[in-house]
């Protein structure tokens, strides 16, 4: 069975599933409309979840960071990616969601680089509501010749969508580019994430791109709504859950390859963070935990 997970039955009139080989594994699509003054539970997925705001406005609440959608704009939030959603009081949002993930060794690099963020859409918004149209369409139709296809070819070209949004590929005229020193944060950031297992210092960063420390904080919590340890924290405790949930590393390994001094430590930050020691939360995920949204 390709499926790793269970659904919650609740959700089975709303969720379409889709298996794909070999690399995407499953989409998952979903349309949605909130009034004003909605205010979603807090949930996460096991797989990659992209929203895209069609009409009106939504905020998503990530920890203690707060980001807002407006139409056309997306959000990318990684597998396990704890979240809720509210819609302010006098406005509405009309939602698309596609949910993904890959065969194992097969997810494309940097793509856990563009989560968490806001994506402008720009010149892409048509093409990506268009695709989200087409994954829709066909999932309300499996049994029609090429349906499958269809579905895998659309995500390819969403993948696509979100690298170019991701590198400022869907700015238009209109739309300034980033100030210098906010490209230097960003910078900073991209670095943070791919180097989670080093012991490289926050300050040394700021430095490495012309920013002193005080000003790097500032600005890379405008930009990120956390600091800079906190975003490498959550960063380092995503891939140990992902190598918790794919691997046979032992929590010791895991901890080395995350960054953390020995697994007292990892343990420590984890529990803190879920409530649950690694064993226990990797535990869960082998016995097939609902996420419910």
Same mark, same amino acid.
């Given at each position: 069975?390709?499926?790793?997970w269970?659904?919650?039955?609740?959700?089975?009139n709303?969720?379409q599933l889709?298996?794909?080989?070999?690399?995407l594994?499953?989409?998952v699509?979903?349309?949605?409309?909130?009034?004003g003054?909605?205010?979603?539970?807090?949930?996460?997925h096991?797989?990659?979840?992209?929203a895209?705001v069609?009409?009106?406005a939504?905020?998503?609440r990530l920890?203690?960071?707060?980001v807002?959608?407006?139409?056309g704009?997306w959000?990318l939030?990684a597998?396990?990616?704890?979240?809720?959603?509210?819609?302010? *009081? @006098?406005?509405? =949002?009309?939602?698309a969601?596609?949910?993904?993930?890959? $065969?194992?060794?097969?997810?494309?690099?940097?793509? !856990?680089?563009?989560?968490?963020e806001k994506?402008?859409a720009g010149?892409?918004?048509?093409?990506?509501e268009g695709?989200?149209?087409?994954?829709?369409?066909e999932?309300?139709?499996?049994?029609m010749?090429g349906a499958?296809?269809?579905v895998?070819l659309?995500l390819?070209s969403?993948?696509?969508?979100?690298?170019?949004?991701?590198v400022?590929?869907?700015?238009t005229g209109?739309v300034?580019?980033?100030?210098?020193?906010?490209?230097?944060v960003?910078?900073a950031?991209?670095?943070?994430?791919?180097?989670?297992?080093?012991p490289?210092?926050?300050?040394?960063?700021?430095r490495?791109?012309?920013?002193g *420390? @005080?000003?790097? =904080?500032?600005?890379?919590?405008?930009?990120?709504?956390? $600091?800079p340890?906190?975003?490498?924290?959550?960063? !380092?405790?995503?891939k140990?859950q992902?190598?918790?949930a794919e691997?046979?590393?032992s929590?010791?390994?895991?901890a080395?390859?995350c960054?953390?001094t020995?697994?007292?430590h990892f343990?420590?930050h984890?529990?803190r963070a879920?409530?649950l020691?690694?064993?226990?939360w990797?535990?869960?995920?082998?016995?097939?935990a609902v996420?419910t949204p």
């Amino acid at each position: 069975m390709i499926l790793k997970w269970k659904f919650d039955a609740r959700l089975s009139n709303n969720l379409q599933l889709w298996e794909t080989a070999p690399r995407l594994r499953i989409a998952v699509v979903q349309a949605h409309s909130w009034p004003g003054g909605y205010e979603g539970r807090w949930h996460e997925h096991p797989f990659f979840e992209l929203a895209v705001v069609l009409e009106g406005a939504c905020c998503w609440r990530l920890g203690r960071r707060r980001v807002a959608l407006p139409a056309g704009e997306w959000l990318l939030l990684a597998p396990h990616r704890k979240h809720s959603e509210e819609v302010a *009081a @006098g406005q509405r =949002a009309r939602m698309a969601w596609i949910g993904f993930d890959f $065969a194992k060794g097969q997810e494309p690099e940097g793509l !856990r680089a563009c989560c968490g963020e806001k994506l402008v859409a720009g010149p892409w918004r048509g093409d990506m509501e268009g695709l989200c149209g087409v994954i829709y369409r066909e999932a309300q139709q499996p049994d029609m010749p090429g349906a499958e296809a269809r579905v895998e070819l659309a995500l390819r070209s969403v993948l696509i969508l979100i690298a170019r949004a991701a590198v400022g590929e869907g700015r238009t005229g209109n739309v300034p580019a980033p100030h210098r020193r906010t490209q230097a944060v960003r910078a900073a950031a991209h670095t943070l994430a791919h180097n989670l297992a080093s012991p490289l210092r926050v300050a040394e960063l700021a430095r490495y791109h012309g920013l002193g *420390a @005080g000003r790097f =904080a500032a600005r890379f919590r405008a930009e990120y709504g956390e $600091a800079p340890r906190e975003f490498r924290q959550r960063r !380092r405790l995503e891939k140990a859950q992902r190598q918790l949930a794919e691997t046979s590393l032992s929590v010791k390994e895991i901890a080395a390859a995350c960054g953390y001094t020995d697994a007292a430590h990892f343990c420590h930050h984890f529990r803190r963070a879920t409530g649950l020691t690694p064993r226990a939360w990797r535990q869960g995920q082998a016995g097939g935990a609902v996420a419910t949204p």
